[in-house]
């Protein structure tokens, strides 16, 4: 066992394996674990995924992205982050790609994706 797989298996969060099927287009509910202070609340973080990395390993994340008070707010959530509670997949979208960038030059309705009601 060399050092990599050493650090892999400490730093591996167990809730990983509890997250549902997802992918980008999709619109997940992230409940993550907010400080302040001394207190810690969990806060849900809903958008559409528009990209993903490396989703089995140590370094993957997702980036999440959401429209409040007519801005794009975009969050990026790794996978392995004692942060991130839970995942809610809301709505599966249907996508041709992978990365969807585009849609953050977008708002109204050319900023939709069609839902999949094939996939379950």
Known sequence: MN????????YS?????????FR??????????IKEGDKSRVQIFQGVVIAMKEKGKLSGHFRV???SSGFGVERVF???????????????????????????????KS????IDFDRK
């Open 3 to 10: 050092l990599i797989d050493v650090v892999n298996e400490k």
């Open 13 to 21: 969060s167990e809730n990983v394996k509890n997250f549902p099927e």
């Open 24 to 33: 980008a287009g999709d619109t997940v509910a992230v409940h993550a674990r």
């Open 65 to 67: 992205r959401k429209i």
């Open 78 to 108: 790794p996978f392995h982050s004692p942060n991130v509670e839970k995942i809610e997949v809301v709505q599966r979208g249907k996508t041709k790609r992978a990365k969807l960038y585009y849609l953050r030059k977008r708002s109204g």
């Open 111 to 114: 900023a939709r994706l069609a």
